[in-house]
T-cell receptor
């Protein structure tokens, strides 16, 4: 059963703490993406990767980091430099170039304690 | 000018009516266009794609594209309460990235 999984569903971060959000896909997609969604707003692109061991900054990369060591996995780290991390984080994947659309995981909701 | 513009709504229609959702985009080089449905608290789900001018039908959904006017729309026939959600328009720009609109909230009243 192909799809995208994200974990955890909810994540709590303390001040000054780095946290890592997991994203795994078994769709054999080359490209993976991380978005942030704030209440009542659209999706904003954080980072994306078109191929293993390569990734590019999106529109709001400051305070975030990623890695792409395997085709199936694209974890996102929210660092302590991200001063307003509370949001709904969405991972997506697509064939190269996104011309066939992107498919989303269920999301991780990050809250600050 | 925003890259992708949608009316935020809410758009309220009675059950059984046609819901019409509209979207304009600024990148004339966009070639692929997608509609996503997002239920409250859930992630977006791809429901329609359209690549050529004209209409594309899939069940109760029809996507319409007019590249000259930089306009794309989604019609939902025989609207059901289960269609109540936010609908996101997402053209794929020349750089190969999807640019999402802020979405239109649709409410279908029984």
């Amino acid at each position: 059963d192909g799809g995208i999984t994200q974990s955890p569903k909810y994540l709590f971060r303390k001040e000054g703490q780095n946290v890592t959000l997991s994203c795994e896909q078994n769709l054999n997609h080359d490209a993976m993406y991380w978005y942030r969604q704030d209440p009542g707003q659209g999706l904003r692109l954080i980072y994306y990767s078109q191929i293993v061991n390569d990734f590019q900054k999106g529109d709001i990369a400051e305070g975030y980091s990623v890695s792409r060591e395997k085709k199936e996995s694209f974890p996102l780290t929210v660092t302590s430099a991200q001063k307003n991390p509370t949001a709904f984080y969405l991972c997506a994947s697509s064939m190269t170039g996104a011309s066939g659309g992107q498919y989303f995981g269920p999301g991780t909701r990050l809250l600050v304690l | 000018q925003k890259e992708v513009e949608q009316n935020s709504g809410p758009l309220s229609v009675p059950e059984g009516a046609i819901a019409s959702l509209n979207c304009t985009y600024s990148d004339r080089g966009s070639q692929s266009f997608f509609w996503y449905r997002q239920y409250s608290g859930k992630s977006p789900e791809l429901i329609m794609s359209i690549y050529s001018n004209g209409d594309k039908e899939d069940g109760r959904f029809t996507a319409q594209l007019n590249k000259a006017s930089q306009y794309v729309s989604l019609l939902i026939r025989d609207s059901q309460p289960s269609d109540s959600a936010t609908y996101l328009c997402a053209p794929c720009n020349q750089g190969g990235k999807l640019i999402f609109g802020q979405g239109t909230e649709l409410s279908v009243k029984p």
